[in-house]
């Protein structure tokens, strides 16, 4: 059985990746009104990773016969312009959600509470993944410069990416 402290820590985490959801739904619309559909689509797909990421600690609470607790979700401020701003901001953010997510493995570690370490671990790892990607993005975006021509074939090259994760969510658990 899960603590009151693990179950509402849980909950805060939830709630971050789901900002983080919506933070990613908004940057793919502005993306989009800036006509630049592939980096649009790559942030959508992002979206869905993150709410993947909500619904695995959705899951767990269940699992172990606790409430996920759905909060008020803030309204995503973007105030990045140009395509290396809001992949700056991006990195900025997932640095955030890394700290968060050490926060939760450091809790889990001193209660002893091995599953839901097991669980942290592995957004602990999802978390390199998340960071290196964008850490990638803007390396290219240092090669090729931000210039028209360079983040054109960045459109197009981001505009490939499908989600890792399954979209039927009610098959988590
Ligand atoms: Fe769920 Fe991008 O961290």
Known sequence: MLSKKIVDRINLQINREMYSANLYMAMSAKLNDDGYKG??????TQY????FHAMKLY?????????PAIEK?????????SVKEIFSATLEHEKFVTASIRELLE???SEKDYATENLVRWYV???VEEE??????????????????GLFMLNIELG??????????TSIG
């Open 125 to 127: 790892d999802e978390q």
């Open 160 to 169: 490939k990416r499908k989600p890792s994760i399954p979209l039927d969510f």
């Open 107 to 109: 809790l889990a570690i």
């Open 48 to 51: 869905h990773e993150e709410m």
């Open 59 to 67: 899951g767990y609470l269940q699992s172990q016969g606790a409430s």
């Open 132 to 149: 290196q990607n964008v850490v990638d993005i803007l390396q290219t975006i240092e090669v090729i410069g931000d210039g028209k021509q």
């Open 39 to 44: 980096i649009s689509t790559w942030m959508m």
């Open 73 to 81: 979700i803030d309204a995503p401020a973007i105030k990045a312009k």
